[in-house]
Structures are given as structure tokens and as C-alpha cells.
């Protein structure tokens, strides 16, 4: 259901792909139409509102949402997750991945998606995802209708004396910027969850229209993903 026919792999400072046109043009605009009324959830990092995957309300939305729905099945599939990973096979071993080929969606491992839409406030500080993810990604829903807001991919190597990985959170200036990646409609951003995949959002303001996207993982249910993470 992604297309990765347009993909563009980066390896440093930690594997990467761009994906534009995600979707063809008649699944992105059903899945723009069914997207989730998040007005009424909380707001969270600064000015962003979703629903999640494993929420009441994200099971009473998916029942009117076939398109999702068909979305959601393809990803939770072991033969997409072994599908999407494989590409990393160098990077899981060069970590020593708790990942092999008896992993499964159905035992010690899971999906998890949320849909956010986000205003003026929102950031996220340069940070790693949490010990258990495997591998995350986002889709960007529309084009650029603010100030900020950008994806930023940030490099390690200045830091890869001591103890650097047991930062999961690094303070703003701390890692250099490696990449900007604006959202685009249609674009995704998919990587590895290694100890170095660090990166952030910067400040979005001056906002005119609300910025959609997806963020997803596969994680690992039982801990850490990765048993050569410095400690």
C-alpha cells in the first residue's frame, strides 16, 4: 500500500529513507477525507492533539475509516513488518538486534500509530524513541502551512566518545544538524530506532492550516531492542 518506488536511502548519520508520493493519489485523498476529528483530545508537546492505536476512540473511528482500517492490516502483518526492516539487516546485526526472523506481531512484538494534528507550540526536543521501538515512521498529510514544524535529523558523530547513548534526550544546540526534511504532502520519513537516531521538531508557529500527520513503530514488547546500546 506505500509505494517506495520513489525512495531515497541516507546511511549517515543513521539509515534513513525519504518517500515521496507514500500513497497514490486516490488512496491519499480518501485517507485525507477519513482522517480523525482530534479537536477535542488533550493537547501534548506545545500544540499537538491525536488518537492512538489500542484507545476506545481510535476503535469506534477506524469502523468509519475503511481506508485506515486497510492501512492498519497491511502494516500489522508480519510479512511487511520482516518486509520494512529487512532493509536494515546490516545495521540490526551491527547492534546486535534482539529482531530475527521468528519475530512476530502476533507474540513479542506490535504496531503502534497515532494521528496528530498540530499548531502553533508544538516541538519536540532532539531525542532517540524509547528502548522497545524497532522502527518508526511518519507521513506527512499536507504541504507546508506554517513557520517551523520541520523534521530534523541530527548526528551523533561528535559524540560517540563516553557514554553518549545513554541520552535518550539531548539539550537544544547539543547535536548538530544533519538534515532538515519539511513536510510535504505525501512525503514519509522511515528509520531505524538505533541508540543514534537522534532527531527533533523545531518550533511551528505562524500556523494557517493544521498540520497532519502519522507517526507509527514497531516495538518490541519485552524491553530493549538493542543489547549493544551503551548502558
Known amino acids: 500500500m506505500i509505494n517506495f518506488k520513489n525512495r531515497k536511502i541516507t546511511i549517515n548519520p543513521y539509515s534513513y529513507m525519504k518517500v515521496d508520493n507514500c500513497f497514490d493519489e486516490e488512496t491519499l485523498e480518501k485517507l485525507i477525507q477519513e482522517f480523525p476529528d ?37 502494516l500489522n502483518n508480519d510479512f511487511i513488518f520482516h518486509n520494512l526492516i529487512s532493509y536494515y539487516n546490516g545495521q540490526l546485526k551491527e547492534w546486535n538486534s534482539i529482531v530475527s526472523k521468528n519475530s512476530s506481531l502476533k507474540s513479542d512484538c506490535f504496531l503502534h500509530i497515532n494521528w496528530s494534528s498540530a499548531t502553533d507550540g508544538y516541538v519536540r526536543e532532539i531525542h532517540r524513541d524509547t528502548d522497545k521501538r524497532i522502527y518508526n515512521f511518519l ?18 558523530d561528535m559524540k560517540q566518545s563516553g557514554s553518549y547513548l545513554e541520552k535518550q534526550i539531548w539539550e537544544k544546540n547539543k547535536l548538530p544538524i544533519y538534515e532538515t526534511v519539511e ?49
Do not use: C
Request: no cysteine; hydrophobic share 30%.
Open 38 to 74: 482530534v479537536s477535542s483530545q488533550k493537547i501534548i508537546m506545545g500544540g499537538r492533539k491525536l488518537i492512538e492505536t489500542n484507545t476506545n476512540k481510535f476503535d469506534k473511528w477506524i469502523q468509519n475509516a475503511p481506508t485506515w482500517k486497510q492501512f492498519y492490516d497491511y
Open 139 to 156: 507521513i506527512f498529510l499536507n504541504d507546508k502551512d506554517w513557520e517551523g514544524g520541520d523534521f530534523i535529523i541530527h548526528s551523533s
Open 183 to 231: 513536510a510535504k504532502k505525501n512525503r514519509g520519513i522511515f528509520f531505524l530506532s538505533t541508540p543514534n537516531s537522534y532527531h527533533s521538531v523545531s518550533e511551528q508557529f505562524n500556523t494557517k492550516t493544521l498540520r497532519k500527520f502519522i507517526y507509527g513503530s514497531y516495538s518490541y514488547k519485552h524491553g530493549d531492542v538493542f543489547k549493544k546500546r551503551t548502558k
